[in-house]
């Protein structure tokens, strides 16, 4: 569910007096923050309430995203927020279900882009993701120990501090409106390397059952764009350590081994 804190229409209106919302629907998706899409009789939004302790992480999300668009990346924007609650703008399109050549190459150029513009940018230290990877792997080894032996190299998993990145762009973190990409969910932006970021994405984007054709695909769009040329061998490299590392985080997460199969096979 999408959804641990409700909301009613009445409540909405209160908290932002000034939209004249009309409509509130919860989503199915996600499963820490609660999401709802709002209306107006002219335009949606989406309307977040963060289920965690991280008011600093939200703050520079907003600058973050801020940033990003300034840059000519498509992004949403945070409008305002009241009593806990965070309205943002809401991305034209759909999210792709068959992954074609064109969604490949619109998703390595947007992430080319954005390494750029977040090139600059100072990271913080990733402590707190390092430290959720050895609670996980001590999860999995009590829970699911044959999975816990595909994961156990992770146990060395360093989440090098490099350029601020994204991390998470599957195919549900994305909006394209036709050959238009727009990438959501920045809050949880860490500091990492291009490959990793570029691995997560090609995972995300089913590269691994189209063998080297998207990765050639990516690589030649993305090289044309970034601040440093990536290769083959080692996206690669990181796609392994990229689908076992996201793997370990569903069984962590979800408390079961189906969502960890999909990035396994």
């Given amino acids: 569910m999408g959804v641990k804190t409700i909301l009613s229409l009445e409540d909405l209106k209160k908290i932002f007096p000034s939209y004249g919302f009309i409509k509130i629907l919860p ?8 999401t709802y899409i709002v209306y107006t009789k002219t335009a949606s939004y989406i309307l977040k309430k963060y289920e965690r302790n991280i008011p600093r ?33 809401r991305l034209t ?28 940018n100072i990271c913080d230290s ?20 044959s999975y816990y032996k595909k994961f156990e190299f992770l146990k060395h998993f360093s989440h090098e501090d490099a350029v601020l990145i994204h ?3 599957f195919k549900d973190n994305t909006i394209f409106n036709h050959k ?8 949880d932006s860490s500091c990492g390397t291009l490959s990793f970021d570029a691995a997560v994405t090609l995972v995300g984007f089913d590269a691994r059952t189209h ?5 050639n695909i990516f690589l030649n769009a993305y090289n044309q764009h970034a601040p440093k040329k990536l290769t ?21 997460t979800y408390k079961n081994t189906l969502r960890a199969k999909e990035l396994l096979r």
């Avoid at 989503?27 to 609660?34: E, H, K, M, Q, V």
């Avoid at 430290?131 to 829970?143: C, F, G, I, M, Q």
Wanted: hydrophobic share 40%; charged share 25%.
């Fill in 27 to 34: 989503t199915s998706s996600g499963i820490i923050d609660t």
């Fill in 57 to 89: 992480k939200i703050v520079l999300d907003a600058q973050l995203l801020k940033q990003l668009n300034s840059a000519g990346l498509n992004v949403p924007l945070c409008l305002g927020k009241n009593d806990g609650w965070h309205l943002y703008t």
């Fill in 93 to 120: 399109g759909e999210q792709p279900r068959t992954i074609k050549s064109y969604h490949i190459q619109a998703v390595a150029r947007f992430l080319a882009k954005l390494h750029c513009a977040t090139s600059k």
């Fill in 126 to 145: 990733n402590v707190m993701i390092e430290d959720e990877v050895t609670d996980a792997l001590k999860y999995t080894k009590l829970h699911h120990f």
């Fill in 167 to 169: 991390g998470d762009i």
């Fill in 180 to 187: 238009k990409v727009g990438v959501i969910d920045f809050i």
């Fill in 211 to 215: 063998h080297d054709y998207f990765i």
């Fill in 232 to 252: 083959k061998k080692v996206v690669k490299e990181k796609m392994k350590i990229a689908a076992h590392f996201y793997a370990l985080k569903r069984v962590y």
